[in-house]
Structure formats: structure tokens, C-alpha cells
């Protein structure tokens, strides 16, 4: 079973930064694909950014720019460092790890941490 555990959510004022952290039970050099996704009050959950297995990375167009996706191996855990935040960034965040082959893969998901960002 995969387990991910998120940290570092919290309050900030708006402009602040925040560094999520999601910490894998797996060897994430395993994982072919890293996501995080958020999840705003009576909203759909939205995917904020992905690292792929080549280290590839995408970003959903409202944090392109001042988010960034970042693995480090050695302690299978994947960051969000998030910069110039505003008040609509708030929302709880999940990470997500993509694990198998084409056609059989499978998805988990941590707990969630808040970030809520004051104006």
C-alpha cells in the first residue's frame, strides 16, 4: 500500500510563499507521474502541477509562473514551492502519485493539507 503524507500547509498573507511537502512510502523514481492537486470550497478538485517520471513538469495556467514542482530522490518526497500567493490559491492541496503501467495503473492520494491565504 502507498502512502503519502502531506506538511506544510498554513496561513499566510497574500504575496507570501509556502513550501508543500508530500513525503512517499514508495521510491518515487518509481512513480510515473508526481501531482498536486487542490481543492477550494465548493469547487472541483483542479490539478495545480505535475512532474512526470523523465522530470518532465506542467502547471495549470493561474500558478504557472510562481509555482514550482520539485523531487528530491534520496528522501521520496516532492515539494510545492509556491510563491506570490493569493487569496484564491486557497484551498485544501493533495498530492497524488500515478504508479503502474499503461493501461494498469493505479492512484493515491494523501490527507490533504489547508493553505489559506489572507488579503
Known amino acids: 500500500q502507498v502512502q503519502l503524507v502531506e506538511s506544510g500547509g498554513g496561513l499566510v498573507q497574500a504575496g507570501g510563499s509556502l513550501r508543500l511537502s508530500c513525503a512517499a512510502s514508495?521510491?518515487?523514481?518509481?512513480?510515473?507521474?508526481m501531482n498536486w492537486y487542490r481543492q477550494a470550497p465548493g469547487k472541483q478538485r483542479e490539478l495545480v502541477a505535475t512532474?512526470?517520471?523523465?522530470?518532465?513538469?506542467n502547471y495549470f495556467d493561474s500558478v504557472r509562473g510562481r509555482f514550482t514542482i520539485s523531487i528530491d530522490n534520496a528522501k521520496n518526497t516532492v515539494y510545492l514551492q509556491m510563491n506570490s500567493l493569493k487569496p484564491e490559491d486557497t484551498a485544501v492541496y493533495y498530492c497524488?502519485?500515478?504508479?503502474?503501467?499503461?493501461?494498469?495503473?493505479?492512484?493515491?492520494w494523501g490527507q490533504g493539507t489547508q493553505v489559506t491565504v489572507s488579503s
Open positions: 497524488n502519485a500515478v504508479i503502474g503501467v499503461p493501461g494498469i495503473q493505479n492512484s493515491y
Open positions: 514508495v521510491s518515487i523514481s518509481s512513480v510515473n507521474a
Open positions: 512532474m512526470t517520471k523523465v522530470r518532465s513538469t
